[in-house]
């Protein structure tokens, strides 16, 4: 993915600019820096990128993932030839920011729900490709992990249930094609169809976009017998009230597909005089 990144940016003829303006034997020493506080995450990922363009540049990480910092910290030093510094420059932050953005948000919707027993977790609504590094940027803010894809685990949605005819039915299916070899969860838009799905065999029932009383009530129903996730249409300033209604899980899909990218940058501290 680091290459392919770097390809894009690079193209055919590479960092035009830089082999214009600035000496081949010049060396620098820079610093990426965070330019407001957060989560980070996709730190190594990042310092990896420069190294693929040119394994004599040296990197140090200032910080550990998951580290909650200040805006101005110094997360991480490079050394090396100026030019190979500023090729790297651009994909490595946007890998370090997205993924610290990612991480950032996690961490404030964990902080939001701490003490209810709920946990974050997050989707399959992902960047193609970087599916991997921001599932680990969620585990970074203290989410966990939903399935990774497809062939994880068993996740009936409506359009399953609209095939197969109803919930139980797909979920007796499922039950009978895996055994317990894997989870089964199943998304259900209403009470109704609780009792069923649970003596079905449900692992885990997904309550979609369902109001905060019937959330509490689903949980007094299913009386600990399944897994309950929470999900649909979850924010910063209404997660609290979900968690609250004594659900397991709450799947967020935004933290992943749109959480705002963590400012940092690359500065140089040295002149660039060979």
């Known amino acids: 993915m680091l290459r392919a990144a770097l390809a894009e940016d690079l193209g055919e003829h590479g960092d035009v600019t830089s082999q214009a303006t600035i000496h081949e034997a010049a060396q620098a020493n820079a610093v990426i820096v965070a330019r407001a506080g957060g989560c ?21 990480a200032c910080v550990s993932l998951g580290t909650m910092v200040e805006a101005r910290s110094e997360l991480a030093s490079i050394k090396g030839p100026a030019r190979s510094i500023l090729a790297a420059e651009r994909v490595a932050l946007n890998v370090l920011g997205h993924l610290s953005g990612v991480a950032t948000a996690t961490r404030a919707l964990v902080d939001a729900v701490e003490g209810t027993g709920a946990t974050i977790v997050d989707t399959r609504k992902t960047t193609p490709g970087l599916r991997l590094l921001e599932k680990m940027a969620v585990r970074a803010g203290g989410g966990d992990n939903h399935r990774m894809g497809l062939s994880n685990a068993i996740l009936i949605k409506d359009n399953h249930i609209q095939a197969v005819g109803s919930a139980a039915q797909a979920v007796r299916r499922a039950r009978a094609h895996v055994g317990d070899t894997m989870k089964v969860e199943v998304e259900i838009e209403s009470l109704a169809g609780l009792e069923a799905v649970i003596e079905a065999g449900a692992d885990i029932v997904m309550l979609d976009n369902m109001d905060p009383d019937t959330m509490r009530a689903a949980v007094r129903q299913a ?52």
């Open 40 to 60: 980070v995450a996709g730190l190594a990922a990042a310092l990896r990128v420069f190294q693929i363009v040119d394994e004599s540049v040296r990197t140090d």
């Open 223 to 274: 009386d600990g017998r399944c897994v309950l996730e929470a999900s649909g249409g979850i924010t910063l300033e209404t997660v609290r009230a979900v968690a609250e209604t004594g659900v397991d899980l709450i799947s967020v899909g935004w933290i992943t597909h749109s959480a705002p990218a963590l400012d940092v940058a690359l500065d140089f501290v040295v002149d660039l005089d060979p």
